[in-house]
C-alpha cells in the first residue's frame, strides 16, 4: 500500500481586519502548473489504489443502475412554430438526438437535426455537453453550442437545417442565453469575462464573419449576470441582469435586436424583478407585461404594466405569505404561475376569465414544474410531475382544468409497489420544522435499524427536489435494495419554505443551513435509522464540511463534492470566478463583520479531531469553474497535515475507515457535475455509492 501524498508546505501569510493567517497551500491554484497537476494526480492515484477492492461492488452497482435504463429514450415531444420535436437517446448511445417532425405529420419520418453522440464521436472528447439549441422563428436554422472540456466554454454553431451542414462561421467562446431575431437572420448571444461571468450580448448575422459581430450590450458591475431569451410571444429579447438579491430588465424588440436595450426599472440592491410579454392580457384586451416582484412583497406578488411604460406597475396578485411565487408564463388562453406552498412546488393556471387550477404532485416530497411551451396558442399547458418515487409524467392541462397524459418516462426492471416515501418535520429549538423526505423499501423499517444516506444542500434559495440532477431511479433503488434509507433533508438557505427560508440560512445567518441539517442527523438517529453517511455537491459540499467540522459523531462517513470549503480565502480574491456575485450570497470578507461570518464555519478553518473524524471522501475536478480545485485539494492538505497518519485512516486495508480521507480528483475531461453521458454519469453514482456503501459495513 502506498503512502498518501503529502502536499510541500510553502506559507503565505496575509492580515485582513487585524487577523493574520497562514495558507501553507497557496500554491495549490492553477492545475495547468505541473507541479500543481503532478500533485492532483497523486491524489487521484492514491485514491484509486485506496478503493481498488471496491472495484467488484461498483462494477455490480453500475450494471444495476444500467439495467434500469431504456435502450431507447425519447423525450416528451414539444410543438413550436408548425413542427413537433422530440429528444431521442438511441440503444447503445450515451448522448441523445433532436428530431423534428411536421405537425399532424408522422414521426416515424422525423428527421434528425442534430447528434449529440456524433458530436462527441468526431470530437475525440471524454467530455460531451450542449448549452442550447435554438430553432430560428423560421425552422430553417438551428443555433447550437457544445462544451467538450468541462469549463463551460462553449462553441457556438448555426446548421442550415434544410442541408444538415453547419456554417463556416463558428463564435469560440458563448455562455448560456440565446434569442434569435424574427427575421431569423440575426442571432444574440452572451459571452462571459474571465470570471466566467456573462457580462456581454452580440449580434451575429448570418452568412457574414465572426468578426464583424457587434456587441449590443456590456455590464460591468461585477456583481451582476446578463441573462439572455425570448418571450413566448416571440416579440422581444430580454436581458435579465441579475445580482444576488437584485436584478434590472432591459428589452430589445426581435424585430430590431441592434437597437439599444431599454431599461425597464433601474437596479436597485434589494429589489428583484422580473418580465414576462402578454399582449391581450391587460384591460380591454391592450398590450403589456406581467411583473413578478418583490417590491414590498418578501414572498413576491404579480403586478402589471402597460406595454407604453412598463416601469410603472399596478397590482394584479397581492403577496400571499404562505406562497412563494417564482415567476409567471402568459399564454393566449391565460398565465401560469410558478409557486411554493408548505414546502411543494406546483403550478397554478388562471385563464382570461379568472378559472384557476392548481397543480400539485401526487407524492410527498414531490414537485410540479413547467414543461417546454413554446406555442403562444396552445390549447394546454405543459406540466411535468416530479417524485423521488415515480418516474416523471408530462401532463397536458387547459385552462379549464382538464387533464391529459403526454409522457412517462421509463426506468426498467422497477417494482414501485417496493418502495415508499414519506415528509417528516424536524422541530429545532428556535420554533422552525425543517422537511426531510425518506424513501425506503416497504420492508426496511423506520426502527432504528437500517443504515442511510442523507443528502443536503440548503443555498441560493435552491430546492433540493426531485427535478435536482440526480437520475434517482436509475441510481438510488441500488441503496434501496440493500436496505439503505435515503433522506433528503431541507436546511434553511434553500428555497423550499419560501423567501424567508432562505433569508434564515445565508448570509449573517448562514450556520442555520448547518445546525438544521445537523439536526436532521440526530432525529433520524433518535431511533429512525442506525447510521448516516452524509453527501452534498458544491454548496452543498460545503455543507457537508461544515458538518465533518463541526458534527464529526453523526457520521459513518461524509461525500463532499467539489466543495465550497476556503470560504474566505475565496471571497476574499474578486479576480476567480464568481466572487464578486457571491458576495451578497455568503458576505464580503472586506467587511470586517462579514469576514468574521464566513471565519465562524469556514471548513478550512474549523478541522475535526483527529480522533472524532469520520471517513471523508471530497471530490473535484480541473477544469471545474465554479468550485475551483484548489479548494478541496488544499482542504485535504490540511487535513492530511494535521493528521499524524495524513489521514490514512485507523485501517490502511480499508477505504472507509474512521479517520481515513480520499480525494478523487477529475485529472481530464471533466466537469462541475462529475461525467457526461446517461451511461458515464451512472457509473460516477455507482463508484460514489460503493464508498457510501463500504462507510455503512455494506459489500454485496
Not at 405569505?321 to 409567471?328: A, H, K, L, W
Request: with cysteine.
Amino acid at each position: 500500500m502506498s503512502t498518501p501524498p503529502i502536499a510541500a508546505v510553502h506559507p503565505v501569510v496575509s492580515e485582513h481586519h487585524g487577523r493574520v493567517s497562514t495558507d501553507p497551500y497557496a500554491w495549490i491554484a492553477d492545475p495547468d502548473d505541473p507541479q500543481v497537476l503532478a500533485y492532483l494526480q497523486a491524489e487521484r492515484d492514491y485514491y484509486d489504489e485506496r478503493t481498488a477492492g471496491l472495484v467488484p461492488l461498483r462494477e455490480r452497482l453500475a450494471a444495476e443502475m444500467m439495467s434500469r435504463v431504456p435502450e431507447l429514450e425519447p423525450s416528451a415531444a414539444w410543438q413550436a412554430a408548425g413542427w413537433m420535436y422530440r429528444r431521442v437517446t438511441p440503444p447503445g448511445s450515451e448522448y441523445d438526438q433532436l428530431i423534428r417532425w411536421p405537425v399532424g405529420g408522422d414521426e416515424s419520418a422525423g428527421v434528425v437535426l442534430i447528434d449529440l453522440q456524433v458530436i462527441h464521436d468526431d470530437s475525440g472528447s471524454a467530455y460531451t455537453r450542449e448549452g442550447y439549441f435554438e430553432v430560428s422563428p423560421d425552422g430553417k436554422w438551428l443555433a447550437w453550442s457544445v462544451d467538450l472540456a468541462g469549463d463551460e466554454v462553449y462553441a457556438l454553431r448555426f446548421r442550415n437545417l434544410v442541408t444538415g451542414e453547419d456554417l463556416d462561421e463558428v463564435v469560440e467562446r458563448v455562455y448560456y442565453g440565446a434569442a434569435w431575431a424574427a427575421d431569423s437572420v440575426a442571432f444574440l448571444y452572451t459571452v462571459h469575462d474571465d470570471t466566467y461571468r456573462p457580462y456581454q450580448v452580440w449580434c451575429h448575422q448570418l452568412g457574414t464573419p465572426v468578426a464583424s459581430d457587434v456587441m449590443i450590450f456590456e455590464d460591468l458591475d461585477e456583481r451582476m449576470e446578463t441573462e439572455l431569451f425570448v418571450t413566448r410571444s416571440g416579440a422581444f429579447a430580454v436581458l435579465l441582469i441579475r445580482g444576488r438579491g437584485f436584478t434590472e430588465v432591459r428589452l430589445v424588440p426581435t424585430a430590431d435586436v441592434t437597437s439599444t436595450p431599454v431599461v425597464v426599472r433601474s437596479r436597485e440592491v434589494g429589489i428583484e424583478y422580473e418580465l414576462e410579454h402578454a399582449p391581450g392580457h391587460g384591460p380591454d384586451g391592450t398590450d403589456g407585461f406581467y411583473v413578478t416582484t418583490n417590491l414590498d412583497a418578501q414572498e413576491f406578488k404579480v403586478m402589471w404594466a402597460d406595454a407604453s411604460n412598463p416601469g410603472a406597475w399596478s397590482t394584479l396578485v397581492n403577496e400571499n405569505p404562505d406562497e412563494r411565487i417564482y415567476g409567471v408564463e402568459a399564454f393566449a388562453s391565460g398565465y401560469a404561475v410558478s409557486l411554493r406552498r408548505d414546502g411543494v412546488g406546483i403550478v397554478r393556471l388562471v385563464s382570461l376569465s379568472g378559472v384557476q387550477t392548481d397543480i400539485t404532485p401526487d407524492d410527498a416530497g414531490g414537485l410540479v414544474h413547467l414543461g417546454n411551451n413554446y406555442d403562444w396558442d396552445a390549447d394546454a399547458v405543459t406540466v411535468i410531475m416530479e417524485s423521488f418515487l415515480h418516474p416523471s409524467v408530462w401532463l397536458d392541462v387547459t385552462f379549464a382544468g382538464m387533464r391529459s397524459e403526454r409522457h412517462r418516462n421509463e426506468v426498467m426492471n422497477i417494482d414501485y409497489s417496493r418502495y415508499v416515501i414519506e415528509r417528516e418535520w424536524v422541530s429545532r429549538p428556535d420554533g422552525v420544522r425543517v422537511p426531510v423526505d425518506l424513501l425506503r423499501l416497504t420492508s426496511t423499517p423506520l426502527d432504528g435499524s437500517a443504515p442511510c444516506v442523507l443528502y443536503g444542500y440548503g443555498s441560493y434559495e435552491a430546492s433540493c427536489d426531485p427535478d435536482w440532477g440526480i437520475d434517482w431511479w436509475r441510481s438510488v433503488p441500488s441503496l434501496l435494495d440493500r436496505g439503505v434509507v435515503f433522506a433528503v433533508g431541507h436546511p434553511r438557505g434553500g428555497g423550499e419554505m419560501g423567501r424567508n427560508w432562505y433569508d434564515g440560512g445565508h448570509m449573517e445567518t448562514k450556520i442555520n443551513t448547518f445546525d438544521d441539517q445537523a439536526a436532521v442527523g440526530e432525529y433520524l438517529l433518535a431511533g429512525r435509522v442506525s447510521t448516516i453517511v452524509t453527501r452534498g455537491l458544491s454548496a452543498g459540499g460545503l455543507l457537508q464540511g461544515a458538518l465533518y467540522g463541526r458534527r464529526p459523531d453523526l457520521w459513518a462517513g461524509v461525500l463532499a463534492e467539489v466543495p465550497f470549503v476556503d470560504v474566505v480565502t475565496a471571497m476574499l480574491d474578486s479576480t476567480l470566478p464568481l466572487t464578486a456575485q457571491e458576495w451578497f450570497e455568503w458576505g464580503n470578507p472586506h467587511i470586517a463583520e462579514q469576514y468574521d461570518w464566513l471565519a465562524a464555519y469556514s471548513p478550512m478553518l474549523h478541522l475535526p479531531q483527529v480522533q472524532d473524524r469520520p471517513p471523508l471522501l471530497a471530490t473535484g475536478a480541473v477544469h471545474d469553474v465554479r468550485v475551483l480545485v484548489r479548494e478541496p485539494a488544499r482542504w485535504v492538505a490540511r487535513l492530511r497535515a494535521s493528521d499524524p497518519g495524513h489521514g490514512v485512516g485507523v485501517d490502511p486495508r480499508s477505504p472507509s475507515s474512521r479517520g481515513s480521507v480520499l480525494l478523487r480528483i477529475e485529472t481530464g475531461a471533466g466537469a462541475h457535475g462529475g461525467p457526461s453521458g446517461r451511461y458515464g454519469e451512472l457509473e460516477y453514482e455507482a463508484e460514489v455509492y460503493a464508498w457510501a456503501l463500504s462507510c455503512l459495513g455494506i459489500s454485496q
